[in-house]
């Protein structure tokens, strides 16, 4: 049985295994897969992936449910971590050891905020899409993979990021393949999503070109202009990335659906100690699931 919407509030708890009422099924048929609706999304998608490493679903979330996203959003963003940090592209520990050209050398300052899957209620809508079987099935047609994984991280696998008036997140990588989002509040100027395609590779770090860009080189930037419902694909391990500072008096709110494809993927304990200042016990006693061996 799907919500109903009176007035642009559903009038019901959100949960995991229903999102009709929610996302614009016409548009993304979540429960007809190989419809033709379902085809001109994923094919739309997939060229866009291959061609410039990214593409952006509109209007994912209902319009006249936004206002719920929004406000959704807005009651957790107290709870999100909000330490500055000096940070690394890999968000690695410094090591001294290093060439002093490689990019990891490069100290970045990284102002924004994360808020915790297990401080975000079971009933707001993000909870309800993150593990939604129709949801994970059209993700994973996009990207061509058999299979999207939730993280079996308790902190990462669904976040909120806040980045507030003045603040940006600055160059990095995700430590899961596969980069979803879903922008809630946006930044009345500023808060420009940018990435570097491709910029790595399993097996190729692409040093070189990973420093020019820190050092400025502009050649390989692209952005993206997004709204709010707007779903954003892209492959976070592999494009470098970044938000510009946010500027006026609204802060940028993005809820960020990472998936891999491969069961069991938890983050480092030094990263996830940066992003949420604590760790679970399942960081420092799971070993964490690469497909490559790259720097995280």
Do not use: K
């Not at 080189?217 to 470098?240: E, K, N, W």
């Not at 679970?280 to 790259?294: C, E, F, I, K, Q």
């Amino acid at each position: 049985m799907g919500w109903d919407v009176i007035d642009g509030v559903v009038d019901g708890a959100a949960s995991p295994g229903s999102v009709e009422g929610v996302v614009d099924t016409d548009r993304y048929p979540l429960d007809a897969p190989g419809s033709p609706a379902w085809a001109r999304v994923v094919e739309g998608a997939r060229r866009e992936l291959r061609a410039v490493g990214a593409t952006v679903l509109r209007d994912v979330v209902r319009p006249e449910l936004q206002g719920r996203l929004r406000a959704e959003g807005d009651a957790v963003a107290p709870s999100a971590h909000t330490a500055t940090a000096r940070v690394n592209v890999y968000n690695t520990d410094p090591d001294a050891t290093l060439p002093a050209d490689h990019p990891a050398r490069v100290a970045l300052v990284r102002r924004n905020a994360f808020v915790a899957r297990d401080r975000i209620p079971a009933d707001h809508l993000v909870q309800g899409l993150y593990e939604h079987p129709g949801f994970r099935m059209l993700l994973a047609a996009c990207f061509e993979i058999d299979e999207v994984h939730p993280l079996a991280d308790p902190y990462s696998g669904l976040t909120l990021n806040v980045v507030a008036p003045g603040d940006d997140h600055p160059w990095h990588f995700d430590t899961n393949e596969i980069a979803v989002s879903l922008l809630t509040r946006a930044a009345e100027a500023g808060g420009t999503f940018e990435y570097c395609p491709g910029i790595r590779a399993p097996g190729a770090e692409n040093l070189p070109a990973v420093r020019a860009v820190l050092d400025g080189d502009r050649r390989p930037v692209r952005s993206l202009a997004l709204r709010p419902g707007d779903l954003q694909l892209f492959r976070g391990r592999f494009a470098l990335h970044r938000v510009t500072p946010v500027s006026g008096a609204t802060a940028r709110h993005t809820a960020i659906f990472a998936y891999s494809d491969r069961p069991g993927v938890v983050g480092s304990p030094t990263r996830t100690r940066q992003l949420f200042g604590r760790v679970d016990g399942a960081h420092l006693a799971a070993a964490s699931v690469r497909s490559d061996t790259l720097l995280d």
